[in-house]
């Protein structure tokens, strides 16, 4: 397995809107590495998501997994998982602020997003994925999937003062509550 290089914020390929992935091509060598790599990324930047165009992809594929991440240790956990050609199904108008951040970015942000959502995709043998998801992992899909199309997190922010270093959100604004 390899690590990917990330694109950082100020990359033109974060600003594209990403393919769909052909279903016949997913169960190909050369993709199923490329999806255990993007994975290793992941993991490797201590990230809770990732998306395709990150690392310099241009096709419609995230991945999400909170196992004890350090960078967000008062957060739910969820498991690994890859979805592909992912698309969000608004259920409930309901939103929130909270903080985010991102393998491209080096900075910190209160952003608004859903609650709940209702997701679908694909997992990595071409099966169909449906579910429900609310709070941090909601926020993590609508983060990833933003990438998808071109949009950051700083994008969706309503109010550019919470803008933060990583290291000044550490000092000043880490929560220690789980929620
Ligand atoms: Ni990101």
């Not at 909170?66 to 969820?78: A, L």
């Not at 990595?124 to 949009?151: C, P, S, T, Y």
């Amino acid at each position: 397995m390899s690590i990917f290089k990330i694109a950082k914020i100020g990359n033109p390929v974060l600003r594209k809107k990403a393919k769909r992935v052909n279903s016949e091509h997913v169960k190909s060598k050369e993709f199923q590495r490329f999806l255990d790599d993007l994975v290793e990324t992941m993991r490797d930047g201590i990230g809770v998501g990732i998306s395709a165009p990150q690392v310099h992809a241009g096709v419609r594929v995230i991945a999400i997994e909170n196992k004890k991440n350090k960078r967000y240790p008062e957060k739910k956990n969820f498991p690994l998982e890859i979805i592909i050609n992912p698309e969000i199904i608004l259920i409930d108008k309901v939103f929130e602020e909270d903080w985010e951040g991102c393998l491209s970015i080096d900075l910190r942000g209160l952003v608004p997003r859903y609650c709940k959502i209702k997701y679908k995709g694909f997992d990595r043998k071409g099966k169909l994925i449906e579910g429900i998801a609310l709070g941090f992992k909601a926020r993590v899909i609508q983060h990833e999937v933003d990438h998808l199309d071109g949009i950051l997190f700083v994008d969706r922010m309503m109010n550019f003062a919470s803008l933060t270093t990583s290291a000044e959100y550490e000092k000043y604004w880490k929560k220690k509550e789980e929620h």
